[in-house]
């Protein structure tokens, strides 16, 4: 008997009809309701339970898909005893198995994964196909014979789904009975074959009830909403609009139903912004397992090459915050980062314990080791890593070296709980994620006897597979709003559709025609396999079925704009002819949605609608110049505004750099001072409070270098000064000689080599550097020969190290004291008394061409040289030496030209420096930290701003800075 009804809503109100009829008679007599998905089935099944016998209960009725149908004949008639199912895996790994005996057309791509990923699509759908002697194309034939001997293989301890739905059939007659009566609910029209044969089996063996729309219709209802909106985000953005406007007029969330049909970049955005806006849901979870960091992490490290492993990809892992080495506690994620970035460790300083609230006063903490404490420190944790790199390469050698399936699960889970060691605090989603992998491993065993011997590619590319079929759900059934494919929304019992991404390119989802199985071979079968024209009339289907189980309010929404690519997009071929016929009808066929972050930019934001968040609401009515209405007051929206207002105005407020109002809480001048901190003031006063002040670094991308880098080449060549130096001071045989230099170098580039450099590169810097060295010692010989020994390398003052001298005491021009340190790296004594200074420079000398003794701070950038002689003046002092202080940069490379800048540090060059600094120190005390754009060691701040941005927001606070600080410290600016 068909039923056919104009409706989904007068469809279930017939199937109600039906069912209440079947248990007046007898409220035990079983019901079968076969439905297109899962989903419909709870519904129903909750439609029935309110709406049959007055809703004080319902029993025996079953809701099933023809999928479920089969599977339930095929285990009542004892025929899945002693067999399992073909799981991907299974196939993949039997196809594999095949490819590596005969892989024929597939030869060049027979180990990979992808190619038995295709081929185990391809075998799955000719389980439907009765293969004949019919001529085909080498690679379908060479398909066919990959499937049938696959087939073979896995003999009658397997059973397909083909298998079940063929059995099923044949079982029908002898088990249909006990399902009672049988009522066929809105099945699509578009089924597959086997689907088909299996329904005209059912009603050849009993009665089936068809419930059916009257023919189903083709085009968009009439009363759909058509919304062009910006962009995903901003669509995603306006359903949770939406949403909230159904739920105000009191329609319960469980019967609204928000469909897509791409999940990618649906499900992820309409979770957050229903979640942003209070509103429960259920459906699959915004992130699904091959989705979240611990599996991607696994799975890049079961990719790595053991005899050499990439560290980069495994600072990537460290840094998602899932790797957890079980045998020792790996350094932070920053810290190795550090490892394999260049920094400059020349004149370290105490780490700030940073406060903006009053707080009793307290002693400075000058908690630092001094450059070689540092470096001991960061060779410890190099070594911790290292060790970790070498433990992760025996596990997966252990692993590579399993010789079954079994074994190889085994060392694989050994494998994640050494490198994912189980957080301390319980986290749900983690905890779930690490549940799931782990049966992923276990489920491999199944592979034993079915696939080759494993290998660490066929192993990983097994768990992929395995975990890319697991589906994980957020929220319960019938709780909340539903989210969804296409594919789950038909025969829903829901008020309002939405349904999202209508746009041409998202859906319909680009169909091509199979490589494998073409439509010119699939038509041989008769239409046993679908075709890519009714491939693509299922989605169609699909999407006018889920646009007719709402019974009150449908809604389409497509992107105008896209969000990866750039470029517009258009409205769906789906959606032309509705929106044809509605302008025709004179309606508005699309209304256009505006861009939210364009009219918060504006100072227009869209207010056609309540907001539907709480941060929503106060940003309107901030912008509004609204007051008193009731909104609460939202501190960080009224500053951010007063910041935008600043900035474009050039006002020197807290928001550029005034931190007058806070200068007291500032404690960076109560310690310590390097000069070159002092420099980075002026080089950017606010790179200086970020770094200096707050502590923080900005860290590029990590890449490990081919090649010793600057910095890097820069600190060896000082070490292998200082041990020079040093070894001369404490009176070692020959230690001047250039024998022993070469002999420390030479011991140098062993410690410090690197193993991403290459080679051919490292033997050339090795003989630069060589030649450098050579070529200073003979010119350091020339300096000895007139008079000048060495007497301190590494001079330490003001740290915390053991051996360092007190700070340096230095009185500025209001008579306040600040203290300076520093390490020099070498001070050479005199017979007349004289003392001279010296700092090595590994670079060029462009930078420090402008000193003199007329300009011996380079107009105040330059403050090392003199901070470095008067600390050398007072040592001397004490010893004896009460001559001339010369300070010098030696330019000990080739680059810099191996040449000497320096002065004599005078009186005239005490009281330029106590100039500078006193301005500089003043500055800091007022709290002056102006965002001047940075260049130099800097830079990555400037460029994490924006360049261009910063350099425009300079331009318009500089005019309003203090005229004399300006002429001062940037004279460019003050040219302008």
């Known amino acids: 008997m068909n039923v056919e009804q104009p409706s989904v809503g007068e469809s279930f109100d017939a199937l109600v009809g039906l069912v209440a009829a079947v248990k007046a008679a007898s409220p035990f007599a079983p019901v079968t309701v076969l439905v297109p998905s899962h989903a419909s089935a709870l519904d129903v099944y909750r439609l029935l339970a309110r709406r049959v016998n007055g809703g004080k209960g319902l029993v025996a009725v079953t809701c099933l898909t023809p999928g479920d149908l089969a599977q339930r004949v095929f285990d009542r008639a004892g025929l899945a005893a002693g067999r399992s199912p073909v799981t991907t895996i299974v196939r993949e790994g039997a196809v594999l198995n095949e490819l590596s005996k005969n892989a024929g057309i597939f030869d060049q791509v027979a180990d990979q994964p992808a190619t038995a990923l295709a081929l185990a699509r391809a075998s799955a759908e000719l389980d439907d196909v009765t293969l004949t002697d019919d001529k085909l194309p080498k690679l379908v034939a060479d398909v066919v014979r990959v499937h049938q001997n696959v087939t073979r293989a896995l003999g009658p301890g397997w059973h397909t789904q083909h298998d079940v739905v063929a059995a099923a059939i044949t079982q029908l007659p002898s088990h249909a009975a006990g399902f009672g009566t049988v009522i066929s609910f809105l099945l699509p029209t578009e089924c597959s074959d086997a689907d088909r044969k299996l329904l005209e089996a059912l009603a050849a063996a009993v009665p089936v009830t068809t419930i059916a729309r009257t023919p189903a219709a083709d085009s968009v209802p009439t009363d759909t909403r058509v919304l062009s909106i910006t962009d995903a985000d901003d669509e995603a953005r306006t359903v949770s609009r939406l949403v909230v406007e159904q739920l105000k007029k009191q329609i319960p969330g469980h019967r609204i139903g928000v469909f897509w049909g791409a999940a990618d970049p649906y499900r992820v955005l309409l979770h957050r912004h229903l979640a942003d806006a209070g509103v429960e849901v259920n459906g699959p979870a915004a992130r699904q397992y091959t989705d979240m960091a611990y599996v991607r992490g696994f799975l890049t490290l079961l990719g790595l090459d053991r005899a050499d492993i990439d560290r980069r990809q495994v600072l990537d892992v460290l840094a998602e915050g899932v790797l957890r ?22 004149e370290p300083e105490p780490r700030p314990t940073v406060r903006f609230v009053e707080t009793p006063e307290e002693p400075a903490d000058p908690t630092t080791a001094g450059v070689l404490e540092y470096r001991r420190k960061q060779s410890a944790e190099r070594a911790t890593f290292d060790n970790y790199i070498l433990a992760l390469s025996l596990s997966l ?10 074994e190889a699960a085994l060392s694989l889970e050994a494998m994640f709980n050494e490198h994912f060691d189980p957080i301390t605090f319980y986290d749900a989603e983690l905890t779930e994620c690490r549940e799931a992998v782990t049966d992923a491993i276990r489920a491999l065993g199944s592979l034993e006897g079915v696939a080759p011997r494993p290998t660490l590619r066929s192993v990983r590319a097994a768990l992929a597979s395995q975990l890319a079929t697991l589906t994980r759900r957020h929220g319960t059934f019938g709780t909340g709003v539903t989210l969804g494919s296409l594919a789950s929304g038909a025969a829903r019992d829901l008020d309002v559709v939405i ?12 169909l091509r025609d199979d ?39 449908r809604i389409v929404t497509f992107p105008r704009g896209n969000l990866r690519g750039g470029g517009e997009r258009g409205a769906s071929r789906w959606l032309t002819t509705h929106i044809a016929s509605s302008a025709a009808r004179g309606s508005e066929p699309v209304e256009i949605i505006g861009s939210y972050h364009d009219g918060i930019l504006s100072g227009v934001p869209i207010v056609d609608s309540a907001p539907v968040t709480a941060q929503t609401w106060r940003l309107r009515a901030l912008m509004s110049g609204a007051d008193g209405n009731g909104t609460p007051r939202d501190t960080v929206l009224e500053l951010a505004q007063a910041m935008r207002a600043d900035r474009a105005s050039g006002v020197f407020s807290r928001f550029n750099g005034n931190l007058s109002s806070q200068a007291h809480l500032l404690r960076v001048l109560d310690r310590p001072l390097t000069a070159t ?4 003031w002026i080089a950017s006063p606010l790179s200086y409070f970020l770094h200096r002040v707050l502590d923080q670094r900005i860290f590029t991308d990590v890449q490990l270098d081919v090649e010793i880098d600057a910095l890097t080449r820069g600190s060896m060549l000082h070490e292998i000064l200082e041990d020079h130096v040093a070894a001369q001071i404490s009176g070692t045989p020959d230690a001047g000689s250039l024998e022993a230099l070469q002999a420390i170098s030479e011991q140098a580039f062993e410690s410090w080599r690197v193993d991403s450099w290459i080679d051919h590169l490292w033997q050339r810097d090795m003989n630069v550097m060589r030649r450098d060295l050579k070529t200073w010692w003979g010119l350091q ?19 915390a190290d053991p051996a360092a001298y007190d700070a340096l005491l230095f009185t500025l021009d209001d008579g306040s004291t600040i203290r300076f340190s520093g390490k020099v790296d070498r001070i050479d004594y005199h017979p007349d008394g004289s003392i001279r200074v010296v700092d090595y420079k ?44 010369l300070a010098e940069y030696d330019f000990i490379t080739q680059r810099g030209g191996h040449t000497t800048i320096g002065y004599p540090v005078t009186d005239h060059v005490v009281d330029q420096l106590r100039s500078d600094v006193s301005a500089i120190v003043a500055a800091i005390r007022l709290g002056v930290f102006p965002p001047r754009p940075a260049s130099g060691s800097f830079q990555s701040i400037t460029q994490m701003i924006g360049t261009a941005a910063l350099n425009a927001l300079w331009g318009r606070l ?11 410290f940037w004279p460019e600016e003050d040219d302008k």
């Open 677 to 680: 901190s002092l420099e980075d």
């Open 325 to 346: 080495w079980s045998e020792e506690k790996l350094p932070s994620s920053a810290r190795c980062e550090r490892l394999y970035t260049t920094e400059a460790v020349e």
């Open 515 to 553: 490589a494998l199985l073409p439509d010119s071979v699939r038509v041989l079968w008769h239409g046993v396999l679908p075709l890519l024209a009714e491939r693509a009339a299922k989605q169609h289907r699909e999407f006018l079925d889920t646009l007719a189980s709402a019974a009150r309010v």
């Open 958 to 968: 500089s005019p309003h800075l203090d005229h004399d600080l300006v002429a001062r």
């Open 499 to 510: 349904v999202v991404g209508l746009a041409e390119g998202l859906t319909p989802t680009r």
């Open 842 to 885: 590994a670079g060029t000398s462009d930078r420090f061409s402008k000193l003199s003794s007329d300009s011996p701070t380079a107009g105040s950038s330059k403050l090392q040289l003199p901070v470095y002689g008067l600390f050398a003046q007072a040592q001397g002092q004490g010893n004896g030496q009460t001559g001339t202080v």
């Open 781 to 799: 010989a020339e300096t000895a020969s007139n008079g000048w020994l060495p007497q301190h390398a590494e001079a330490a003052f003001g740290l």
């Open 397 to 406: 050698t252990t692993l590579a070296n399993a010789q079954t399936w079994p």
